[in-house]
């Protein structure tokens, strides 16, 4: 493959040159009174139809602001089909960095799958420091695809550190999905501490078509890395076949291993279906596999159903210990990704025993970042000892974070004295 970039002919105005096809055209447009300018600017042939932010004018240029993360993904991968050198030097001219790396991306990832060794190469004569890293991570992601394993032996003979386990985590889970046994052997060769890293990419792309076969062959592993491995695969095997991967789970005689499967186990699926992972779990004979089972479901449930999960655990939870941790693991999810909402859904919930427990737990997870604030939803629990209680420990952590200036925000609050002065002392 020839690399140079391709000569531009200078013209007058108007004159359009190049290619007509795959989107991509290269305009001179030149003055007659000013120095030939050999810079092409790209152009493209955007699909036809379509209404508002989608249809946009034929022969707009890739830097147009208005084009999509959609089209640039389209427009990069036709532009790398035709000469991949220029494809991905055009993405400096995309403004915004998030659209920009989209077409970056894009085209080194069309160009590893078409001409991976080629692309590689020019990637590690081009590039440096964290822009290498970047590029070649999107190489290896696009050649693993094609030729897994002729991608990890280039990787494996011409990179080292976080940029060689980024780019074999993406050679072992495709090849994966592909091969399985043959990227197990493959990865042989590789040193402890390069494969405890990323051994876990295997995991996910054979756990994804076999994860039985996949847990066998974690079964064999040692130490670290087979809790690693087993835990990434029962990722994959909990989206297709979750009951069965309890069945395998609740058999490990590992606690340690038992107790990363469930959880895992947990969070993934109640991403998909969190209803039917508390049933399932609430089955469960032992307490303390249900625990751990119960630990992931607060976690993945939390991430798209807060609310909901809140109400699983009040409800379903007998054990007060297991309920607060859970629900502190819920809270705390909740509170950073939508504080607002946490504190909107608390005020609409009726006076009682549930919304005390959750005032409790909910204050104490806040009261890291928020002290005021924590007091201050501490001080609405309705059951009196609970609460006094909850604001005496509240009030001393806060005491110690801020010391004296803290007393005057506790009394504006309305704190008892009482709690006040034992602070204070103590």
Known sequence: MNLSKPTIVAATAGLLLGWLSMGILWLANQPDDAQPDTTPVVVTTLPQGGSGATALPSGTSISDPRISFRQLGRLAED???????????????????????????????????????????????????????????????????????????????????????????????????????????????????????????????????DPEGAAQAGMSMEGEI???????????WAGSDPQALG?????????????????????????????????????????????????????????????????????????????????????????????????????????????DTILEVFSETISGQDPMAAVAWANQISDPDKRIESLRTLARDWYEEEGVSSLDEMRKLGLPNDVIEDVRKN
Request: proline share 4%; glycine share 8%.
């Open 226 to 236: 087979r809790y690693d491995f087993l835990t990434s695969v029962a990722t994959q």
């Open 247 to 355: 069945n395998w789970a609740t058999s490990l005689l590992s606690e340690e291993l038992r107790a990363g499967v469930l959880a895992e186990m947990g969070e993934s699926w109640a991403q998909i279906d969190p209803q039917a992972a508390a049933e399932w779990g609430a089955a469960l004979e032992s307490a303390t596999d249900r625990y751990y089972l119960q630990s992931g479901i607060a976690v993945g449930w939390s991430e798209h159903d807060p609310s909901g999960a809140v109400e699983w655990a009040v409800n379903a939870i007998t054990d007060p210990e297991d309920l607060n941790e859970l629900l502190g693991d819920i809270v705390f999810n909740w509170t950073n990704l939508d504080p607002a909402g946490t504190s909107e859904w608390l005020n609409q919930q009726p006076t009682g025993t549930k919304k």
């Open 79 to 209: 532009a790398t089909l035709i000469d991949p050198v220029d494809a991905v030097r055009n993405a400096e001219k995309i403004p915004g960095h998030d659209n920009r790396e989209e077409y970056f991306g894009t085209a080194l990832r069309t160009w590893g799958e078409t001409d991976g060794e080629t692309a590689a190469m020019w990637v590690l004569d081009e590039y440096q420091g964290e822009k290498l890293s970047d590029a070649l991570y999107y190489v290896a992601d696009g050649w693993a695809e094609a030729e897994p394993e002729a991608a990890g032996n280039w990787f494996l003979e011409n990179t080292t550190g976080a940029i060689l386990e980024d780019a074999v985590w993406e050679v072992l889970e495709a090849w994966g999905r592909k091969d399985p046994e043959a990227a197990m052997e493959w990865s042989e060769q590789l040193d402890d501490y390069t494969k405890a890293g990323i051994l876990f990419g295997l995991a996910e792309g054979w756990g994804a078509v």
